[in-house]
């Protein structure tokens, strides 16, 4: 008996010097460090508490280190954390050969629903982003524009009938601008057409529900796919399923046969999906693209199912909450705002006199002051508050004898990198007018809400489109009432901002401006 006990405490022991040993890489290699990381989360122990998502978790290392770089360890892997913005640019984008794969869970061959443009690596990628780069052009997006247009309408409605005749209500803007963007995603990507607003119980909108359900599971696991993905795989090969990408593929399945079936054409993502599923290829040629093509045989599938599937959900994931969010956070910050309100009211209403009370696709990309407004919320609200990347090949440091060993996680924390007094003064003041030429105030290095170089979003037109016409349907047809001064507060769960109590905004019904 004795025996057993000095050997389970000799194992206990040598189990504790390897972990020690394991997290103290970075001191042996040289490189400032995180002194806060603790065994056996590293900086991310306030994700598995629940306390914080892991995009602000990152943030807090941010905060206690001045160093340009320093090592990390996310959950037990040993990780670079970029704190300067022009080595941030560097890993982005000029040395992208050093960086080019996020190091996320992907399994091409057993689970192809991973194989999202998000998380392939390497040729994977190239030739998925080449394939897909066609559907985001001005002239598919301006296509596709009447349907954002229509929803928007749908919106106003909703709002219309939820306010009273005189006087202000309380409105979770949030809510109601996920909404917005559940059924433009839901139409323009999926060709369904919803109202989530008259029907919020569809199974679309059902499947943000089941995709944000928070638990210690869920959270340990979010943190698995990102930073661990080798065990990933393994519980997927073990078997565990992905329950909201399934439903999306019997979506997608459903769809497709439909339009092939009765030869339906629509003027969406998803006939551009099913012309690449069978061409191979999107055709540039806007005047060519909405007909329905087939090969020969009628066969040739040269995109399965399942990849047409990742790509669609991973736009629906991402899109529906940062185009929601954006558009929410804006007109938040406008409501305390009343000097960028009303400049921003008067530009809405002198370009619909201009117009005939029209807002079209090119107006929208021409409101000047909308521009620096939604890029200054995208300032202090990145859709991403966390940049990932794996090193792919040993890069040394620049100005340094520091080496990143091909296969480190590098994270960069666009959060801090915004909001960092450094590159943006006056970082928790929003102001729309540090973007404008003639009142320029920030380091254009460090802005970079969508990501730099070669994956930088390949939808971020689409969410930035989408985002300005919510905006201006709010402010077209409703009064927004000024409130005090306040900061949000967000969920602790997930990786991009979401409002731990909604969005909410006071808003009363417009008296319509005369054309």
């Not at 001191?27 to 998502?53: H, M, Y």
């Not at 892991?54 to 970029?82: C, I, N, Q, W």
Request: charged fraction near 25%; proline fraction near 4%.
């Amino acid at each position: 008996m004795l025996s057993l006990i000095i050997l389970g405490l000799s194992l206990l022991a040598l189990g504790w010097y390897y972990l020690k040993h394991h997290y103290s890489y970075w001191e042996r290699q040289g490189f400032p460090t995180d002194k806060n990381a603790s065994i056996p989360f590293g900086c991310l122990g306030s994700v598995w508490r629940r306390e914080k998502a892991m995009g602000l978790a990152v943030h807090d290392v941010y905060l206690k280190s001045k160093e340009r770089f320093l090592g990390t360890y996310l959950l037990f892997r040993p990780a670079v954390l970029v704190r300067d913005a022009e080595l941030a640019r560097r890993v982005l984008a000029q040395d992208f050969a050093s960086f080019h794969d996020r190091g996320v869970y992907v399994d091409e061959e057993k689970n192809p629903l991973s194989a999202s443009i998000f998380a392939l690596p390497g040729q994977s990628w190239r030739s998925m982003r080449q394939k897909l780069s066609p559907c985001f052009t001005s002239g598919k997006l301006k296509a596709m524009y009447s349907t954002g247009e229509d929803i928007g309408d749908k919106m106003v409605y909703h709002l219309k009938k939820e306010l009273p005749e005189q006087g202000f209500k309380e409105v979770d803007l949030k809510a109601v601008m996920q909404t917005y963007a559940i059924d433009i995603i839901a139409s323009t990507i999926f060709g369904m057409d919803i109202n989530s607003y008259e029907q919020p119980n569809n199974k679309f909108k059902k499947l943000v529900s089941a995709a944000r359900v928070n638990t210690r599971f869920t959270a340990l696991f979010g943190m698995l796919i990102f930073l661990v993905p080798s065990v990933a795989r393994l519980m997927f090969r073990l078997g565990l399923q992905n329950p909201v990408g399934l439903a999306m593929l019997a979506i997608v399945k459903e769809t497709m046969e439909q339009r092939e079936k009765h030869g339906i054409v629509r003027k969406d993502m998803m006939q551009l999906l099913m012309q690449l599923r069978n061409n191979g290829s999107i055709d540039e040629d806007d005047h060519k693209i909405w007909s329905l093509e087939k090969t020969d045989d009628g066969r040739l599938k040269s995109m399965s199912l399942e990849a047409i599937t990742a790509q669609a959900f991973i736009f629906y994931i991402a899109g529906q909450e940062t185009t929601g969010s954006t558009a929410a956070f804006t007109i938040f910050e406008l409501a305390q705002h009343t000097e960028h309100l009303k400049r921003l009211q008067d530009e809405v209403d002198e370009t619909l006199k201009q117009n005939d009370g029209q807002i079209t696709y090119d107006v929208l990309n021409k409101m000047e002051f909308l521009d620096l407004c939604l890029n200054e919320t995208l300032r202090k609200y990145p859709g991403l508050p966390l940049l990932n990347r794996e090193c792919t090949k040993d890069f040394t440091l620049p100005d340094t004898d520091h080496v990143i060993k091909k296969g480190t996680p590098v994270v960069i924390s666009l959060y801090g990198i915004h909001r960092d007094p450094e590159y943006f003064p006056e970082p928790d003041k929003y102001d729309p007018n540090r973007f404008a030429e003639e009142t320029k105030n920030y380091n254009p290095v460090a802005y970079m809400p969508f990501g730099e170089g070669p994956r930088i979003c390949i939808a971020q037109r689409m969410g930035r489109i989408n985002s300005k016409l919510a905006i201006v349907k709010v402010l077209q047809h409703f009064n927004i009432e000024v409130m005090s001064k306040r900061e949000v507060k967000y969920e602790a769960s997930g990786i991009a901002l979401m409002p731990k109590e909604g969005v909410k905004v006071r808003l009363s019904k417009r008296t319509p401006v005369s054309q």
